[in-house]
Structure formats: C-alpha cells, structure tokens
C-alpha cells in the first residue's frame, strides 16, 4: 500500500494534469469487488450499445415449432411460451432498463442538485419552506408512490420517468443541501463574497466543483434503485408494455410456466439482480474513491 501512495505522489509530480485521474483509477483497481462489478456494469452498457447487433435472434422474433425449448447451444437461454429467444431478449431489453434508468436518474440529478444548492445557499424561510414540500414527497413509500401516479398517468415510458424524476429529486436535493450548508461557509467561498462575485459564480464555480464527488456517488446509487424499480413496475405491468423486451415484463409473462419452463423466468431475474450488484458494487467503489474521508484509502 505505501509502495502504491508513494508511486502515486510520483505521478503527481511528474505530470500534475494527468496524476487525478491515474490516482483514482488506481484506488479504484485495489478493490478486485468493486473492478469486477465494474468490469461486469461495462459489459451491460457494451450491450446497450450493440444489443440489436450481437443478438442471435430478432427479441419479438416468434417460432411457435420452438415454444419452451430448454437451453442448448441453438439458445442458450432457452425459448419463451412464444418461441422467442431468452437471450436475444435479454440483450436487446438491457437498452430499455439503462435508457428509463439512467434518463430518470440524470433528470433528477438536473432538478435535485441546483434546486438543493439554492435551498441551503439562501437558508432563512425559502430553506425551511422548500425542504418541507421535499418532506412531504418523501415520507411516502416509493413503490406506493410510483403506484399511485402510474395510476393516475397511465402507463408509458415517458410516465416512467416522470415518477423517478418526483421519487429521487427531492433525495438528490436533501443531499446537495447538506453539501452547500458545509460549503458555504468555507474560505474560498467567503473569499469570493469579498471579491464581490455573484451567486450563480459561487454557485458553478465554488460550490460545486466541491459537490460533484459525493453528487456522482450519490447519483450511481440511485441508478442502482431505479433499474430495480423500472423492474418491479414492468413485473407488475404499469411500466414498458408488451411486446418491449423489458426484463420485469418478461418475468411477468413467465409466472405461469415456471413449474413447466423455470429458465423463462429465472435468467431475467439473474439478468436484473446481476446488472444491481454489479452498479452497487461500483457506487461503492466511487464512494471509496471519491470520498476517502468517508472510507476510501
């Protein structure tokens, strides 16, 4: 270990501008769990790329002489109650879980960050007014809430991301709040107040380049619970709808051949808890990294 913080220290004298990253990977590469979830999130999102291209199959391609063929080397993954390959569906549905997922994430992370950082960096009764409606949003069980609003929306993928964006934001604004409230009142903010500079400054230039470690972290997290509740919601028929290759709406469809198929419903859900370890695993390794204070090296 001092072999390796002494080599980095080297690093950072030889060429500064490269030294952050190279440092971080090499945090990140000490933890063999956390590189292998990160290796296996990478072939997910290589899949998201080129699903349709490497697919052996067409997802909605039906071959009735083929239903509920067990896996072989013709598929691997088996066949469904409509003679469609599982695995070709599999790959083809990962671009339809990262695209719900991570949109929804990202336009949390859009909405949540400046709207906590305002909240904090004003204080006073704008804090306590807007924290409060976040409260309100929060105290309800998430899947209860994406109920009642998939309800009352209908089903659709672009209501999908409408309920992660109301589920997540107020919990990414919870978190940039208590950065801002840290930051606020440090040095080189109080050095930019004198140096007369204006509150979108201090806000882009001060506050958040500080912010972005714990907001990446936080925001891979949330990735993480979004693919799992895209999932649910697609299981329980108020997500992706038929015949989208989804990996919650397959299961759906499996349950009644489980005794008969058992594969037709046991490799997408290894498919889903896979693709949540694997991003858990590598939020965890960003946290380590990102934050050493909090438990990195």
Do not use: C
């Not at 994406?146 to 997540?168: D, T």
């Amino acid at each position: 270990m001092e072999l390796a913080d002494s080599a980095d220290a080297s690093v950072d004298v030889q060429n500064p501008s490269a030294s952050g990253a190279l440092r971080y990977w090499r945090r990140f590469a000490r933890r063999p769990v956390n590189l292998a979830g990160a290796i296996i999130f990478l072939v997910f999102v290589v899949l998201v790329v080129a699903g349709p291209a490497v697919a052996p199959y067409g997802p909605n391609d039906q071959v009735p002489k083929d239903r509920l063929t067990v896996p072989s080397l013709r598929h691997p993954f088996g066949t469904d109650q409509f003679g469609r390959d599982i695995l070709s569906r599999i790959i083809v549905g990962t671009r339809t879980v990262f695209i719900l997922s991570g949109l929804g994430t990202l336009i949390a992370l859009a909405v949540g960050t400046p709207l906590g950082m305002f909240s904090g960096y004003r204080g006073g009764l704008t804090d306590e007014v807007i924290m409060r409606a976040l409260d309100i949003l929060l105290s309800i069980p998430s899947l209860i809430f994406a109920l009642v609003l998939l309800a009352a929306l209908g089903p659709s993928e672009a209501n999908l991301v409408i309920v992660l964006l109301l589920l997540y934001a107020p919990i990414i604004a919870r978190i940039s709040r208590s950065i801002t409230l840290d930051l606020k009142n440090k040095e080189f903010v109080e050095a930019a107040r004198v140096r007369g500079e204006g509150g979108s400054y201090i806000f882009f230039r001060e506050i958040l380049p500080g912010a972005m470690g714990p907001l990446v972290v936080e925001g891979s997290m949330r990735f993480s619970y979004a693919i799992f509740l895209v999932a649910s919601l697609g299981f329980l028929g108020l997500g992706v709808q038929p015949p989208s290759p989804d990996w919650g709406l397959q299961i759906n469809e499996a349950r009644d051949y489980f005794a008969l198929a058992p594969w037709t419903l046991l490799f997408p859900a290894a498919a889903i808890a896979l693709l949540v370890i694997s991003t858990s695993l590598t939020s965890d390794g960003l946290r380590q990294v990102l934050q050493p204070e909090r438990g990195g090296l």
